[in-house]
């Protein structure tokens, strides 16, 4: 078992910035890629970047420019520099990791409003 725990989500007004984390323990050993994933209110969750375990990365168009996934594989631990934040980006965010099979944490809520 694999656990995935985020943090760094709070309230941030347009134009601000917040850098969540993912930190993942238990049966981490050799994780692949990980992810962060989003869900607003009354919409599907949806993708917004991936990192591979040699440091490869991908984003969504929606987030891409603004936002920058990085890793640190000594620590178990992904990150989500989120700048220049629109309203439109308030939702829970969800780290997501591949260690044999797909784990997900519990989210955590950013919520972008003056």
């Known amino acids: 078992q694999v656990q995935l725990v985020e943090s760094g989500g709070g309230l941030v007004q347009p134009g601000g910035s917040l850098r969540l984390s993912c930190a993942a323990s238990g049966s981490s050993f050799g994780i692949g890629t990980m992810g962060w994933y989003r869900q607003a209110p009354g919409k599907e969750r949806e993708w917004v970047a991936s990192?591979?375990?040699?440091?490869?990365?991908t984003y969504a168009d929606s987030v891409k420019g603004r936002f920058t996934i990085s890793r640190d594989n000594a620590k178990n631990t992904m990150y989500l520099q989120m700048n220049s934040l629109k309203p439109e980006d308030t939702a829970v965010y969800y780290c997501?990791?591949?260690?044999?099979?797909?784990?997900w944490g519990r989210g955590t809520q950013v919520t972008v409003s003056s």
């Open positions: 990192i591979t375990s040699g440091l490869s990365t």
């Open positions: 997501h990791a591949i260690v044999k099979i797909g784990y």
